[in-house]
């Protein structure tokens, strides 16, 4: 079967996988099929891009693939003039991200190291930092230090804008409200 599903063009592979007709096996073999194709695609992509590892390139697979099984993007997918064309710049674009979203953690390190000794403010700023996730640290780095648009920033970490803004919205809040608590917890 592993043969056969080599030998499909996207098209056929594609069709293969909404047919509700096709046996569990058949549509099991195709997405191991589709996850080959893109994983070689993502391969050569690596090659010059040092940030995507190979346990990376598998996170990126993954990624497309719940992508791909989103109805919407399935059947743009699959009425496409080139589908193997539309599945390659989602896969493009999720290494894209990837790639930025690691050169923003890496810079992110790096500014909270200074070569002089920290202020007791900074030194509760970078301790109340340390407290948010990494994508709320990562938002907040965006927004305020590079100064990118909300939507923008939707793009890179791929939610709807309106859940970044008022994530955004509530990191600042929470971030201001800690910085007025006094040690101890009552104001």
Sequence with gaps: MVEQMRNLSWSELLDLLASPAADEDGVEAGWAELRRRVSIFLAIIRRGRPAIT?????????QLLMRIREPRIFHAIRSAR???????KIAR?????????MS???SLERDTRSAEPPSSFQAEV????GTLTKDEQLMLRLRFWEER??????????LPYSTVAKRLFRIVAKL????QTPPGGVN
């Design 149 to 158: 648009e909300i939507a923008e920033i939707a793009r890179i970490v791929d």
């Design 126 to 129: 970078r301790e109340l930092l």
């Design 82 to 88: 080139a589908p193997h064309a539309y599945v390659m």
């Design 93 to 101: 674009n999720l290494a894209i991200d990837h790639v930025r979203r």
């Design 54 to 62: 190979e346990e990376d390139t598998e996170d990126l697979v993954q």
């Design 104 to 106: 923003h953690q890496v």
């Design 176 to 179: 201001r409200n800690r910085m």
